[in-house]
């Protein structure tokens, strides 16, 4: 797929990492400690170069005229977050997530342009510097099993983006699950219930994608911990994390994925302890310094995995 390969020539040719971290919360996070304010300040803006804005269509023509089964769906847009207190590992802080409505046509357009570095900003303010571009907020989970190992999947070649590579469960919260189209709210329903319904969304859409990608039941999982945000590097594209203990073990939990119910998206479900952790820390490292393009493409969706476990631990 030409955007896939676009990004993957990026990154061969930055010497930088895969992901960074936007907020990191290791001691977790509870429902009660993380609000959300959906408000259009935090939509998209329209990028001032019309040659470049129009490129969104014609990329989303393209590609539905190859697949016309592409749904445009609503996503939340991450507009940033501001803080109560300190993200550390010492004191917990109260997180205030910024959102707003985006959808898939404009993140394909945008985020996953060949030419998305053109709609960056140049500014310290991550905000301000992805204003031009979709953003739509993604999640993932750290899932440790009972006997003490992290999921993970490998990507098929039917998804969009980065086919093959190695994530975690996930996928997106969805407007349309709390009932939301575009930002004019029913008469029944005040700013404060909507954001109330955003925030809950935020903790139940990563339940529903674990059990959906990796086909354990609901009651196997353990309430979420919010532990962060983190931003890949190569298309700005954030995505909120959340730590979850399941109390299956690694051979039932491979059994059920046989039928999970997003399992086309993945082709296959891998466990890994904390010594298989380190021993790819080491084969990255080792990777990277023997400068081989072709594994260190196959080596960047890891290294969030190891990030966030490492902060996880901490």
Known sequence: METT????????????????????????????EVSAVFDQTYD???????????????????????????????K???????????????????????????DYRTFVGTNLNPLWERFLIPSEDDWRRCQHTSNPLGNGAIVETSDQEIVVLQRSTNVGEFPRHFV?????????EVGITSHHTSGELTHQMV??????????????EVVEEIGVPATALSKPVFIGISQRVLNVRPT?????????????????????Q???????????????VQITVDLINWVKKSNSGQLLIRCLAL????????IFQE
């Open 5 to 32: 390969d676009r990004l993957s020539e990026i990154a061969v040719g930055h010497d930088h990492p895969a992901f960074k971290l936007l907020l990191s919360c290791p001691s977790g996070l509870s429902p009660s």
């Open 262 to 276: 997003d399992g086309y998206e993945s082709t296959q479900l891998y466990t890994m302890s904390m010594v298989c």
């Open 76 to 102: 939340f847009r991450y507009g940033g977050h501001t803080l109560s207190g300190r993200a550390d590992s010492f004191r917990k802080t109260d997180v205030c997530l910024h959102l707003g409505l985006t």
């Open 44 to 74: 998209r803006i329209p990028h001032p170069d019309v040659t470049l804005e129009n490129s969104i269509s014609e990329i989303w023509d393209k590609r539905v005229q190859k697949n016309p089964s592409l749904y445009n769906g609503l």
């Open 303 to 310: 290294e969030l995995l190891l990030l966030e476990i490492t």
């Open 168 to 176: 975690f469960p996930g996928g997106h919260p969805e407007p349309q």
């Open 240 to 260: 909120a994390f959340f730590f979850i203990k399941c109390s299956l073990q690694s051979k039932e939990i491979q059994q059920l994925y046989g039928s999970a």
């Open 195 to 208: 954001n109330r319904k955003v925030s809950q969304e935020m903790f139940d859409s990563i339940i529903r």
